[in-house]
């Protein structure tokens, strides 16, 4: 059994940093001094524990870890709380933060402040976390320690006296930044005689143990056998085992006191009931109010996965509710589509999630699938006063009933070399962005918030940003409410016929230039058949852009050999007449090749 340490020797603490600054890598070493994991079972990313994020080199889940470490005789805990550096996971993030004591801000030596590191630094900041700044990868040939520090007291306005110089590759530095840990990261506060409250930070699905819920207690302790709680969907459960989290294997433990970190097995069927950022308190002695910031995790991008084979529709379905088990913040309704047949509408966090969640449905339960172009949600008011929230293009009233249509718009913060500003200031105000800031940091670096709908972001902004570039800009946004916008439906018809999953929401000053790219490149997808075909994008009842599809001739006067003029004619006209006949009850099939390229246009 765990050894009981007091509070004031209990240090909780975060690492921020941007994607790719060696947050991973640091808490990899970290973990190595304390001698958590034995050199043998030691890996790289061993906080990471899904495939994808070891290939892509992200942190997708926060991941937990208590750690022992012994200083003068004295012991002491430290609770290291990994965080995703994405924004799709920002959410994460400010749970996770809102559970430490300090935070450790990791700069790249060689890359400098970027803009992730920022919108992390202002979280940390608003929970009153004690910061330290950490330069790592001095190990590097192009490292600059100095430049790097001036550049976050210039960005962010931290004091950089005491700082730590880090090299997470080779370990150097690292025994130091763990005694700064020590010395400068305050110890818990809370009452211990306090009715019990805890902050679920993060919760997942344990095929054997049911739901678990990672939580800090803040206050009173959690007990074995208890029954404890849960303030936001004002359920009660027991405490049927309690561990402290380990990238190995969990310790147990009888209780949990106040300041640590642990995880709750409450043999919980789903993780709906553990959501990230509610409260548990116990059900004798409960708290008198929740811990403040708990918000239900809201999609914020909608797009349809369809299986390619349409025999595959209840397999999806079942890959959805397994994946739900450990991603409550997925959401999925069944849709079908005249173009794809059966799928489901589902929402995500932001674009990464959207990658990450197809990748693994592909991966992890072996299925094909199509996703459709990724949509915001928008909010429509209707003539007749009503406001409506629309998730799929599909649902928009006809033109003559709607009022005005409101779309989502994002804070982003872009940090990029100065060069690149003229190159940036056309991308920026090509996708509709409103310049707030534009402040030179150094000799070298620009920093640009605009607002900017994220509509205009779903789809393909970032690659935009990094091909303009040359991959120097980081990017980071949030989102800031509802605009009103000057907006249109762009339906695609193929032969008469609109095809629905092609349906999108587009400005109206930019709808017939999209809709005549749309149309010249379907028209080189869609196979001939054996009458004209006509592609054409519409308004409400109104063609703004059209092409034809040619039909397959067929020599009908090949058995005309000489003879009067009029014979051939003859044929030809009764082709004629059966084309035109062929064209009014012909259906065409728009081929999934097709659609997918449409997606990935570029107009």
């Keep these: 059994m765990v050894k009981e340490v007091p509070q004031a020797n209990i240090r909780n603490f975060s690492i921020i940093a941007h994607i790719d600054h060696g947050k991973s890598t640091l808490a990899d070493r970290i973990i190595q001094h304390c001698g958590a994991v034995p050199d043998r079972e030691m890996s790289a990313q061993v906080m990471d524990t899904m495939d994808i994020e070891k290939e892509r080199g992200i942190t997708i889940k926060a991941q937990s870890v208590r750690l022992d470490y012994f200083r003068d005789g004295q012991h002491y805990v430290l609770n290291l709380i990994d965080t995703p550096g994405h924004v799709d996971f920002s959410y994460e993030v400010s749970r996770s933060l809102a559970s430490s004591d300090g935070a450790l801000l990791i700069v790249d030596a060689a890359q400098g402040v970027e803009a992730q590191t920022i919108a992390n630094v202002y979280i940390a900041m608003e929970n009153e976390l004690e910061l330290l700044p950490v330069v790592n990868k001095i190990d590097l040939p192009a490292a600059d320690p100095d430049r790097v520090l001036a550049e976050l007291e210039e960005a962010i306005g931290i004091d950089v006296t005491e700082h730590n110089l880090v090299s997470a590759k080779t370990g150097q530095g690292v025994p130091e930044l763990i005694d700064a840990i020590v010395d400068r990261i305050p110890a818990p506060k809370g009452d211990e005689n306090a009715p019990c409250k805890a902050l679920i930070y993060d ?70 009931s553990l959501r990230t950022g509610d409260t548990i308190t116990s059900a004798k002695k409960p708290t008198a109010e929740a811990i403040e910031g708990f918000q239900p995790a809201k999609p914020f991008v909608f797009a349809g996965i369809y299986p390619i084979e349409t025999d595959k529709f209840e397999d999806l379905r079942d890959a959805l509710n397994k994946l739900k088990l450990n991603d409550s913040s997925l959401s999925f309704e069944p849709e079908s589509s005249l173009a794809l047949g059966s799928g489901f509408r589902t929402g995500f966090l932001g674009m990464l999630h959207m990658e990450v969640v197809k990748e693994r449905l592909e991966r992890e339960f072996d299925l094909e699938l199509i996703a459709t172009a990724p949509t915001v949600v928008y909010r429509v008011l209707k003539t007749d006063g009503t406001e409506i929230e629309i998730q799929n293009p599909s649902e928009l009233p006809e033109p ?139 308004i409400g009842s109104t063609v703004i852009a059209r092409s034809n599809v040619k039909s397959m001739g067929k020599n009908v006067t090949a058995k005309c050999y000489g003879g009067d003029i009029s014979r051939k004619r003859k044929l030809l006209d009764k082709q004629k007449e059966g084309k035109k006949r062929m064209k009014s009850i012909g259906k065409v099939e728009v081929p999934q090749e097709a659609f997918m390229a449409v997606l990935k246009l570029d107009t």
């Design 203 to 272: 919760s997942w699905f344990d095929n054997y143990l049911g739901a678990l819920a990672l939580v800090r207690v803040f206050d009173g302790s959690i007990s074995k056998g208890e029954i404890m709680r849960v303030m936001g969907t004002k359920q009660e459960h027991q405490v049927l085992n309690l561990m402290y989290p380990n990238p190995i294997l969990p310790t147990p433990t009888k209780v949990i006191q106040t300041g640590e970190i642990g995880i709750v097995v409450m043999g919980l069927k789903t993780v709906d």
């Design 400 to 538: 003559s009933r709607i009022d005005t249509i409101y779309e989502p718009y994002v804070k982003a913060t872009i940090l990029a070399p100065q060069e690149y500003v003229g190159n940036l200031i056309t991308l920026l105000n090509n996708r509709r962005g409103v310049q707030n800031k534009m402040d030179y940091l150094n000799e070298t670096r620009v920093l640009l918030e605009y607002d900017i709908p994220m509509n205009e972001i779903v789809m393909d902004f970032y690659d935009k940003l990094k091909s303009t570039t040359r991959g120097y800009a980081s990017f980071d946004y949030e989102p800031i409410g509802f605009r009103e916008g000057n907006l249109v439906k762009l339906d695609i018809r193929v032969a008469g016929d609109i095809v629905d999953s092609l349906s999108i929401i587009v400005p109206e000053e930019k709808a017939r230039n999209r809709g005549l790219a749309f149309v010249n490149q379907l028209k080189e997808l869609i196979p001939r058949q054996l009458f004209e075909v006509a592609i054409q994008a519409s």
